[in-house]
């Protein structure tokens, strides 16, 4: 079995970050999302996380917050000895990141690949009209 993606958020940016991730990618058979709805609470969500990964034998985690109920909930679950990686602050670059170390088998940083495919554009623009002019 591959390995495994799982998108956790508060509400339903997890489920639109996958769909958005597959107009690039297409179809990601591997990547799952787990919602906390407003009327649920920690153990609502837990429930529903471990039903999702509990036939994992490899996988990642990425939520969209450090410090809100998913992220907590997964931490529970590492310091309960769970065995997976967990990165807050998710975003597009990083479910491309882990497409990409997948497809082609990388182990590049997802963290440094989300970062550098993050920047203002304004700045990128501009920057090189004053460097021209040299």
Not at 11 to 39: R, W, Y
Not at 104 to 119: G, I, P, Q, W, Y
């Amino acid at each position: 079995m591959a390995k495994q993606l799982v998108l956790i958020s508060h509400g339903s940016f997890c489920e639109g970050l996958k769909a958005s991730t597959e107009m690039l990618m297409g179809p990601q058979d591997n990547i799952h999302t787990v919602v906390l709805e407003p009327s649920e609470g920690a153990d609502d969500f837990r429930q529903k996380l471990e039903d999702t990964i509990k036939d994992f034998e490899e996988f990642v985690v990425f939520c969209d917050l450090q410090g809100g109920t998913p992220c907590n909930v997964a931490s529970r679950l590492l310091l309960e000895g769970r065995q997976f990686d967990l990165y807050a602050g998710m975003s597009m670059p990083m479910v491309i990141g882990f497409i990409n170390n997948e497809l082609v088998n990388l182990d590049e940083d997802l963290v440094e690949f989300a970062k550098v495919n993050t920047m203002k554009i304004n700045d990128m623009l501009f920057s090189s009209d004053d460097d021209d002019d040299d």
